[in-house]
């Protein structure tokens, strides 16, 4: 069974800076992609960065040019810089490993993100 774990999260003034991170154990895939989704209270869970095997990323048009997500060594981690953050981005940011070839996602409990104005 794959188990996700965020880590990272807190309370940060507009304008800062947060830098999450999400490992995943008990993997037996070959093939997965990973990424970071964030859910507003009352809204929808929405992608705010995708980062495939090979190092391609994709990012939500909201977080262009502010976030960055990455790879760790180990190939089962996964970072999300975030800067120059706002006040309407709180929410909780959950971690998600996806098996390219069976299409299921793997998630994790998440990590609150919370910036003050």
């Known amino acids: 069974q794959v188990h996700v774990v965020e880590s990272g999260g807190g309370l940060v003034q507009a304008g800062g800076s947060l830098r999450l991170s999400c490992a995943a154990s008990?993997?037996?895939?070959?093939?997965?992609?990973m990424g970071w989704y964030r859910q507003a209270p009352g809204k929808q869970r929405e992608l705010v960065a995708h980062?495939?095997?090979?190092?391609?990323?994709n990012y939500a048009d909201f977080v262009k040019g502010r976030f960055t997500i990455s790879r760790g060594i180990a190939k089962n981690t996964v970072y999300l810089q975030m800067n120059s953050l706002k006040p309407e981005y709180p929410a909780l940011y959950y971690c998600?490993?996806?098996?390219?070839?069976?299409?299921?996602?793997?998630w994790g409990q998440g990590t609150q993100v919370s910036v003050s104005s």
């Open positions: 008990g993997m037996r895939i070959s093939s997965y992609t």
């Open positions: 980062i495939t095997n090979g190092g391609h990323t």
């Open positions: 998600t490993l996806k098996n390219t070839i069976s299409g299921i996602n793997f």
